[in-house]
């Protein structure tokens, strides 16, 4: 029998057979609304609000007006009521009133001043932006006050209040505000839940003798934590891995009727680690099980589902608890549960008071590079094959035009053959880290270094994005150089070029890059960490951060775009110059003497080339956004580039070669063929003149 699958609404995600919820629907098919609908101004409230979760304070439309103390701060906040889905009476802010002013006034205030100045609190922290470091010690301060206070936290607004400030702030005073809500889970006149986007706290008083507790907290679109998002029961149930984004079992070794209870925190800015330095933008919730003292614990198990991102996979995890002594995660008294099921398991002996985490340490499913395809080779081979024979022309012909030019195109030609060698030989990594399967991960407990596991530098893919950067840096270096040598002798006719020149080129023509490739690899490379240098995919310098967003801390900016980019505006304003001098006329000429347009096109047209200019569209393919226009520019810049050796050739070789040797373009017109011809007549008495002749055709000149 074929179960019907489940239609969700809402924008629901149906995955592996649930519906996964926005957080503002619920129910199995995402049906349910969990949200205060839009409030407007009415008669009886002044406050417009927003639609806003089921649980979550909602901040007025309304501000504090620019010439007050709070301007731009909501005047008014108010609570969704899970109970009756609308907005509980506003929570009105004096628009003069400090976070300085309020820690002041608690001491000696009436529960009905603290509440008002819990929700004051509230809203003051309600842009975090805003925030300053001061006021969130003042902030942490506040809160921690309201909630040491026994008389304070039975008013069930102030302790609502004040949780939802500590959501808001995830940047105070950690130790003070961890340990003062591990007291208030405990709590036995607190409310049993309290939720906030960032921050849940959930207690079970102890009434009937039990031997575990399980808490699951349920995924969602978002990361939020939400009331039907939490389930606290006494009996261990299974749910589908698949709805789970974390879980933990708390088992006694006797009967427990005490209370126990759990705060969850929605990232780790409370406790930060010296041994543990996340790099990429993984969620690592912590949960802290808090019981009553001389409890009959066994153990704690808990287990967390990796993110199911397909860029990461699982490499590693630690189990650990938080030592406030230490002020790090330490690995004493946990272990790791071996699981087929991709999950991170853990099971930690009890402590009183703890906070737990499993650190995650993730490899990046990297998608290599395909092997190159037959127009890039055949291009690239070509170009090869065209660069050889331009040197060895060049050399074979320098009498005619001396020493300067010859040393520049024979440097241009070396340069670039070599980037073309190194580029169809080499660009594709050929060590290729496959992820690992999570039955590979390792049973021993260590704190990993990172949420990104790195693996330290293997086989020649280093060396060759080093060679690759060298010598196409080498390249347009000598193609630089080449504008220069030309821009001197259109400067200076009658001296051309200086006798020192040669010998400042070879040192700047090989040395440069040698100097930018040497920066690059001092300040980026690792034998730990190749990434920071190269890239993974393939053999080039890296661009892109862990959020794949380019990086202007990465090599592939400073030591290449930039130097590249100086390079092709100096030769762009060259051939500026150039083209404007040969095509600017002399008055003096008469017109025979006067050198064709078409000739002139052809000149400039040769030196963009030599001058590598058509790599200008490669940087209009870093700003182009529209997809055609993109795939377009990508087929152009593959084109233009992997035959500029075949380019060179035909302009600095070729055509150069056929003119001054007519002979052989002669010998390459079609021969002529002579055509014979007689006219007859076939009438007796008419006598036809001789009328014999010949016809050359030339081909060549159709």
């Not at 039975?154 to 340990?179: F, K």
């Not at 009937?208 to 990361?223: A, E, W």
């Not at 660069?387 to 670039?416: D, E, W």
């Not at 730990?528 to 990086?551: I, N, T, V």
Request: proline share 5%.
């Amino acid at each position: 029998m074929t179960v019907p699958s489940l239609l969700c609404e809402n924008k629901g995600i149906l995955q592996d057979g649930i519906c996964i919820c926005p957080d503002d629907w619920t129910g199995t098919t995402c049906n349910i609304p969990n949200f205060c609908p839009e409030q407007k101004p009415t008669p009886t409230s002044k406050f417009h609000f927003l639609k806003t979760v089921l649980g979550q304070f909602a901040s007025s439309v309304e501000r504090c007006p620019p010439e007050t103390t709070n301007a731009g701060i909501p005047q008014a906040s108010s609570l969704c009521n899970i109970s009756t889905h609308s907005f509980n009476p506003p929570n009105i802010l004096s628009c003069s009133l400090t976070l300085d002013a309020i820690n002041e006034g608690i001491p000696g205030a009436t529960p009905e001043e603290k509440k008002n100045l819990a929700s004051s609190t509230q809203i003051l922290t309600s842009i975090p932006e805003r925030l300053t470091p001061l006021n969130i010690t003042n902030a942490a301060q506040i809160t921690n006050t309201l909630l040491s206070d026994q008389q304070t936290t039975e008013t069930t607004d102030i302790a609502i209040s004040a949780v939802a400030t500590i959501s808001q702030l995830l940047n105070a005073s950690r130790e003070i505000l961890t340990q003062t809500l591990q007291k208030l889970s405990l709590r036995e006149e607190q409310n049993p839940l309290l939720v906030q986007p960032k921050m849940a706290v959930q207690s079970l008083k102890g009434q009937k003798p039990i031997r575990q507790v399980q808490l699951t907290f349920f995924k969602g679109l978002s990361d939020n934590f939400l009331p039907d998002r939490i389930k606290l029961q006494v009996t261990e149930a299974e749910y589908s891995k698949h709805t789970v984004d974390l879980q933990m079992n708390v088992r006694f070794s006797e009967d427990f009727n005490k209370d126990i209870g759990f705060v969850l925190y929605d990232n780790d800015q409370f406790f930060q680690s010296k041994s543990f330095q996340p790099s990429l933008d993984t969620k690592r919730r912590v949960i802290s099980a808090n019981l009553q003292e001389n409890s009959g614990i066994d153990q704690v198990q808990f287990a967390v589902t990796p993110s199911n991102d397909s860029t990461m996979s699982l490499n590693d995890f630690a189990c650990v608890s938080w030592s406030y002594s230490k002020k790090d995660w330490i690995t004493d008294g946990c272990t790791k549960i071996e699981n087929h099921s991709g999950d991170a398991v853990c099971s930690c002996k009890k402590q009183k008071n703890a906070n737990f985490a499993i650190l995650m340490a993730f490899d990046i499913n990297y998608q290599y590079s395909e092997e190159l395809n037959g127009i890039s080779i055949t291009g690239c081979v070509l170009s090869v094959l065209g660069l050889s024979v331009t040197a060895l022309y060049q050399i074979k012909t320098r009498k005619s035009r001396g020493g300067s030019p010859t040393l520049l195109v024979v440097n241009i030609c070396l340069s670039m053959m070599v980037f073309y060698l190194l580029f169809i030989l080499g660009i594709n990594n050929p060590v290729k880290h496959i992820v690992q399967n999570v039955t590979n991960i390792s049973g021993e407990n260590i704190v990993p270094k990172s949420d990104h596991h790195k693996y330290s530098d293997q086989g020649p893919c280093t060396a060759i994005t080093a060679l690759l950067q060298y010598f196409l840096l080498a390249t347009f270096t000598w193609n630089t150089l080449y504008g220069i040598n030309l821009f001197l002798i259109l400067r200076n006719s009658l001296s051309g070029t200086p006798p020192w020149f040669p010998w400042v080129a070879m040192a700047v023509g090989w040395g440069l890059p040698a100097v930018i490739v040497g920066i690059s690899l001092g300040s980026t490379y690792h034998v730990e960490d190749p990434l920071g240098y190269r890239q993974e995919e393939f053999c080039w310098l890296a661009s892109l951060d862990h959020e794949q967003k380019f990086s202007i801390k990465k090599p592939m900016l400073w030591g290449f775009l930039l130097p590249l980019l100086l390079m092709l505006i100096s030769s762009t304003l060259i051939l500026f110059y150039f083209s404007y001098t040969i095509c600017r006329t002399n008055p003096k000429l008469n017109k025979s003497r006067k050198t064709p347009l078409k000739k002139n096109i052809l000149s400039s047209f040769s030196l963009a080339v030599m001058l590598g200019l058509s790599w200008v569209t490669g940087y209009i393919l870093l700003i182009a956004q529209e997809k055609k226009l993109h795939y377009i520019l990508s087929v152009v810049f593959c084109l233009l580039n992997t035959t500029q050796g075949v380019q060179i050739f035909i302009l600095f070789t070729l055509r150069p070669f056929l003119n001054s040797n007519p002979a052989v373009l002669n010998s390459l017109r079609a021969p002529e063929i002579g055509l014979y011809k007689k006219t007859f007549f076939l009438w007796k008495n008419k006598t036809p003149d001789s009328n014999e002749s010949y016809k050359s055709t030339d081909l060549d000149s159709i």
